[in-house]
């Protein structure tokens, strides 16, 4: 790897970065825990600041870096702990708005380059949505370089002030187990769900509006009249599922919601089309691992989606029922389409980047914004 000599020469200093996390986002997390490793692994000293669960869970300090306890919220001792544990670093990379945002405070006063991903957007309306707004213009200003996981957060970047925006590399990291066709747990799993001789459709992430599982609803009363009817079956939790669940109810709905599960990998092996109903996702999680899981996807096209998938699923309008139902329906009535899809998406998850990409790409952006170290 070029960069290994490049940044642990004998005699030079090693580059000192902060990577700073909030809330624990999955995504984001497990990002900086792939980051974290791969940048030790060229001679990086990598010091992570995260609530105490965070880094229990992602094991920042198995990966080489070093952990620094930093609770999620912006209180005034937050920032001060943020402030110490960055007082040496070469530069300070934060993840998310309101990790990024404490990291601006952190960094007042001080000409440490800051770096900031954005993998998402925050889902607000009202007052919240322009206090949001207000975070987001503070951010993208006091940043040297705003990378986003899609074109559209690169777009957004830039209209909201962002001096230097661009496209980040973003591996799937240490996907679930049991991404690749897992055939022995299929029909087991089948049976315990009730799809036994009739189509299995999953979705999967949290019960809440942003994930258009109204709408999915909404397609699923279409499929009843479907010999035999598909199931579809919704892996995650949320504050929506008491709505959800009244109405799969008194509609009679094929569909089940499954709660948190930890076996959503073997979900997906089982499944014969994966679901992607969302108003709005950067670089889908389960897009990425349906993919990779030669199952076929219905998706939205919205953000980042039709970028990342290509021609390897089937795109329809967020928030239209009727095209979702439309797409199901033909795709579970013609097996040469799905076996079209599933050769498709295997070349387009080629086409990806791998974690050793993303972390070369972000170290040649450190590298833009550090001076040559001086010699020990």
């Known amino acids: 790897?070029?960069?290994?000599?490049?940044?642990?020469?004998?005699?030079?200093?090693?580059l000192r970065t902060v990577q700073v996390l909030g809330g624990g986002n999955a995504r984001s997390s497990a990002h900086v825990r792939s980051l974290a490793s791969g940048l030790v692994a060229r001679g990086v000293r990598v010091t992570v600041?995260?609530?105490?669960e965070v880094a229990h869970t992602y094991d920042f300090s198995g990966a080489g870096a070093d952990?620094?306890?930093?609770?999620?919220?912006?209180?005034?001792?937050s920032v001060a702990a943020l402030r110490a544990a960055c007082a040496e670093a070469d530069l300070v990379h934060a993840h998310g708005l309101h990790a990024s945002f404490?990291?601006?405070?952190?960094?007042?006063g001080r000409r440490t380059p800051l770096v900031v991903t954005w993998h998402g957007r925050a889902n607000a309306e009202g007052a919240r949505a322009h206090f949001l707004r207000m975070l987001e213009r503070r951010v993208v200003r006091s940043a040297s370089v705003v990378l986003g996981t899609s074109s559209d957060l690169v777009d957004r970047a830039r209209s909201t002030g962002a001096r230097d925006a661009r496209l980040a590399a973003?591996?799937?990291?240490?996907p679930r187990a049991a991404v690749e066709r897992d055939e022995s747990q299929g029909p087991k799993l089948r049976a315990e769900l009730g799809a036994t001789g009739r189509p299995l459709l999953l979705a999967v992430g949290a019960l809440e509006r942003r994930r258009g599982y109204r709408t999915l609803l909404d397609a699923a009363g279409s499929w009843r009249d479907l010999d035999p009817a598909p199931l579809v079956a919704i892996a995650g939790e949320g504050?929506?599922?008491?709505?959800?669940?009244?109405?799969?109810?008194?509609?009679?709905?094929?569909?089940?919601?499954?709660?948190?599960?930890?076996?959503?990998?073997?979900?997906?092996?089982?499944?014969?089309?994966?679901?992607?109903p969302s108003s709005w996702e950067s670089r889908s999680v389960l897009a990425q691992e349906a993919l990779h899981a030669r199952v076929p996807l219905v998706a939205t096209a919205v953000g980042g989606v039709p970028d990342l998938v290509g021609d390897a699923a089937e795109l329809v309008p967020y928030g239209d029922a009727a095209a979702l139902a439309r797409a199901?329906?033909?795709?579970?009535?013609?097996p040469a389409r799905r076996e079209l899809l599933r050769e498709r998406g295997v070349r387009q998850a080629a086409t990806w980047p791998t974690e050793d990409e993303t972390v070369a790409q972000v170290l040649s952006v450190y590298d833009e914004l550090t001076q040559p170290r001086p010699l020990i």
């Open 1 to 14: 790897m070029s960069h290994v000599s490049s940044h642990s020469a004998p005699g030079q200093s090693p």
């Open 49 to 52: 600041c995260a609530p105490v």
């Open 67 to 77: 952990h620094v306890p930093v609770p999620r919220s912006s209180d005034p001792t």
């Open 102 to 108: 404490r990291a601006v405070l952190a960094l007042s």
């Open 170 to 174: 973003a591996a799937l990291p240490g």
């Open 239 to 276: 504050p929506l599922r008491p709505v959800l669940q009244r109405r799969i109810e008194d509609e009679e709905l094929p569909v089940r919601l499954l709660g948190r599960r930890e076996d959503v990998g073997d979900l997906l092996a089982a499944a014969d089309v994966a679901l992607l």
């Open 328 to 334: 199901v329906t033909a795709l579970l009535a013609d």
